[in-house]
């Protein structure tokens, strides 16, 4: 079975930094762009990040410059690092990949950025 397991939220401060994780399994990992999502509280899901099978990396305009996602394959992990966070980063973030016309999701995990 496909799972995405998130990892790594949790309460910062502004300006500080965190790393989520995305352990993966049940596919093949190497062949798929993984995707982060985020949704904050009464705003729709946006999509933060994505890297492609060939590690080529796109990023929403609102985390340009602050946030790296990354892949390590033989792991089956994804990492989204997380830089100089603002209040507006307050969010859960979701790990999601696309095959054979399904969506699978991971269960979310929390970052909240507050002083």
């Known amino acids: 079975q496909v799972q995405l397991v998130e990892s790594g939220g949790g309460l910062v401060q502004p300006g500080g930094s965190l790393r989520l994780s995305c352990a993966a399994s049940?596919?093949?990992?190497?062949?798929?762009?993984m995707n982060w999502y985020r949704q904050a509280p009464g705003k729709e899901r946006e999509l933060v990040a994505v890297i492609s099978s060939s590690s080529s990396t796109n990023y929403a305009d609102s985390v340009k410059g602050r946030f790296t996602i990354s892949r390590d394959n033989a792991k089956r992990t994804v990492y989204l690092q997380m830089n100089s966070l603002k209040p507006e980063d307050t969010a859960v973030y979701y790990c999601n990949v696309r095959m054979r016309g399904y969506e699978y999701w991971g269960q979310g995990t929390q970052v909240t950025v507050s002083s």
């Open positions: 049940g596919f093949g990992f190497r062949s798929y762009s």
